[in-house]
């Protein structure tokens, strides 16, 4: 019996949609904030432009290792995250 298999593709829109979307919440998590108020630091500093920017580096690397390139960019324009 054959079965078939459902594949999704998804756009490149999609996939750094995505990837922003899993950093806001990995961020929030690591830092200890709110999704809002990441979300508002987000917005603010241009976080998801650098992503969108960098995404086809950093759809190579691991989410921790973005996380962290993000937290050093944060922190070049004065971003305290603690």
Known sequence: MFHERMV???TRKEEILYMQTRLLRLAASHWSH????????????????YIEDGY??????GD???LQEI????????????
């Not at 086809?56 to 690397?61: G, W």
């Not at 937290?71 to 603690?82: F, I, P, S, W």
Request: net charge negative; aromatic share 10%; no cysteine.
């Open 64 to 66: 921790e290792a973005v």
């Open 56 to 61: 086809e580096l950093f759809h190579l690397e």
């Open 34 to 49: 709110s999704n809002d108020e990441i979300q508002s630091i987000f917005v603010k500093y241009g976080v998801y432009e």
């Open 71 to 82: 937290a050093e960019m944060l922190k070049r324009k004065g971003v305290d995250l603690k």
């Open 8 to 10: 999704t593709v998804m």
